[in-house]
């Protein structure tokens, strides 16, 4: 059961993250139907921690192991969208695939949500990074250039 709250007002929910950089690209996933691009991850379950929720999604999005590495952000992520108010709260872990041919920077890849949705897996160069449209969340923008050297905490309020 993933961890996630719904009131009359507002959602709640707790995202692991991989942050996958490999010779200056960074890997982004855009959900088909979606305009958004964002950091590969998905719902932290109960009982499960945030790395091994990293390995989960990547695994079962992308049918791919991934080697979890520091915890670099700690983010608060607050937002509206059409369903509403949102807080999430994110752990973005540095990770690199198990499998190295997943790093060639001119493929893209398919993965699935279930049964039903379609994720498309591309290669970004960082420097790059501002002409990618629609980056959630926008911390990124600035946060991908110039990865921490320990962890940072971010609030973002878009």
Not at 33 to 38: A, H, K, L, R, S
């Amino acid at each position: 059961m993933d961890i996630r709250l719904q009131t009359e007002t507002a959602r709640f929910g707790v995202r692991a993250v991989a942050v996958i950089v490999h010779e200056g690209y960074v890997l982004l996933h855009q959900t088909d139907g979606e305009t958004i691009w964002n950091l590969p991850g998905g719902r932290t379950q109960v009982l499960e921690t945030t790395a091994a929720a990293v390995r989960r999604e990547m695994l079962e999005e992308l049918g791919e192991e991934v080697i979890v590495g520091p915890l670099q952000w700690v983010v608060e992520l607050f937002h509206n969208d059409d369903a509403g108010r949102y807080h999430e709260i994110g752990l973005y872990y540095l990770a690199q695939f198990c499998n190295p041919e997943r790093n060639d920077k001119a493929r893209t890849f398919i993965g699935r949500e279930g049964e039903r949705l379609q994720i498309t897996y591309r290669w970004f160069p960082i420097r790059q990074i501002d002409e990618v449209p629609n980056l959630v969340p926008p911390f990124l923008y600035d946060a991908l250039k110039d990865l921490p050297r320990g962890l940072k905490h971010v609030v973002d309020t878009r």
